[in-house]
């Protein structure tokens, strides 16, 4: 009996060598780079799992999650993801007019960033509100959230699994840093992760484009990509 190859084919038949020369031409593709070995000593680190090529709102529907994080504004929500699956849920009583105005109510008190619950029976959304003065979602203003969603998280188990947006892409809640431009995605996920969250967080299908960039499935991400910028190996 002929002896069974090191690497596994990922296909049947000869979809292997397909894809291998379909590669150049996907529009939507990805590098996934595994960011440690495996170890019989699992590392206990905390971390944000990435879900690089899955389909949030399908996750959330199939009951794959508790709580969702994600934006809201007091203006228009229309395009935003809360919507969406407001009405995908049968049981949720929300629509954009009830989101939207919920949100009203709370955008004028006070000078800082809120942390907004709205209850749709299978998930709860803990939906970021920026300041009524800010024209903007801030890097510094997601972090404020973030502790305020940790803490939240962490009072309720209940809210467990979560998972997150990028918070990247957006229109009508654009995110921004201190030099006002999007930040990376690293930028977002160190935020997130210093201020204690470690859900999953789906980053936006425009993000599945990078086929030629090696990607990490989770963050920290691992000390190789320090090193390489740093000059080493």
């Not at 090529?53 to 529907?61: C, F, V």
């Not at 404020?144 to 229109?171: D, H």
């Not at 204690?196 to 190789?224: C, E, N, Q």
Request: charged share 25%; net charge negative; proline share 6%.
């Amino acid at each position: 009996m002929p002896l069974q190859e090191t690497r596994p084919q990922m296909y049947d038949g000869q979809g292997d060598a397909l894809m291998e020369m379909e590669h150049e031409e996907l529009a939507d593709r990805i590098t996934i780079m595994p960011d440690a070995l495996p170890s019989k000593t699992p590392d206990e680190t905390p971390r944000v799992r990435i879900m690089w090529g899955q389909h949030l709102l399908e996750d959330l529907l199939a009951g794959r999650y508790r709580s969702l994080v994600c934006a809201v504004n007091a203006d228009d929500n229309s395009r935003g993801i809360i919507t969406q699956l407001a009405s995908l849920l049968p049981t949720s009583q929300w629509d954009e007019a009830s989101i939207t105005l919920y949100a009203r109510q709370f955008a004028q008190a006070g000078e800082r960033v809120k942390v907004l619950k709205y209850d749709m029976d299978m998930v709860e959304v803990l939906a970021v509100l920026r300041p009524a003065r800010s024209q903007h979602l801030s890097l510094q203003q997601l972090g404020e959230a973030f502790e305020i969603v940790s803490e939240m998280i962490l009072r309720k188990q209940g809210r467990l699994p979560s998972a997150s947006v990028s918070f990247l892409g957006a229109r009508a809640n654009l995110l921004i840093d201190e030099q006002g431009r999007e930040p990376s995605f690293e930028a977002v996920l160190r935020t997130m992760h210093e201020r204690g969250y470690t859900g999953d967080v789906y980053p936006s299908p425009a993000m599945w484009h990078f086929g030629k960039i090696g990607l990490f499935p989770r963050f920290p991400f691992s000390p190789a990509l320090d090193r390489m910028r740093d000059g080493g190996f």
